[in-house]
Nanobody, 114 residues
Framework: QVQLVESGGGLVQPGGSLRLSCAAS????????ASWYRQVPGKERESVAS????????SYANSVKGRFTISRDNVKNTGYLQMNNLKPDDTAVYYC???????WGQGTQVTVSS
């Protein structure tokens, strides 16, 4: 069964860090680019970072550039989002997605608050 399972979210103070993980199974993870999205209730889902299938190319939303780093380990079938210097505006549910496939994880909550 195809699955994308996000983990690593939690409550962190402004300026803190979190590393999110996305465990993929049920498909050939290495064949697909991947993206991290986030969504706040009442707002549209926003793509925050993307990475090519072998990790050679990355892109970031301006709001997170310089603070977030997307990566992947195709041997482990896992994607990552390292989030540093977190801000309250980063508070959202974070989702991972295989680009071109309509597979979504359940999301992991990130809350940045003092």
């Amino acid at each position: 069964q195809v699955q994308l399972v996000e983990s690593g979210g939690g409550l962190v103070q402004p300026g803190g860090s979190l590393r999110l993980s996305c465990a993929a199974s049920g498909f050939t993870f290495s064949s697909y680019a991947a993206s991290w999205y986030r969504q706040v209730p009442g707002k549209e889902r926003e793509s925050v970072a993307s990475i090519s299938s072998v990790g050679g190319s990355t892109s970031y939303a301006n709001s997170v550039k310089g603070r977030f780093t997307i990566s992947r380990d195709n041997v482990k079938n896992t994607g990552y989002l390292q989030m540093n210097n977190l801000k309250p505006d980063d508070t959202a549910v974070y989702y991972c997605k295989a680009v071109g496939l309509m597979y979504w994880g359940q999301g992991t909550q990130v809350t940045v608050s003092s």
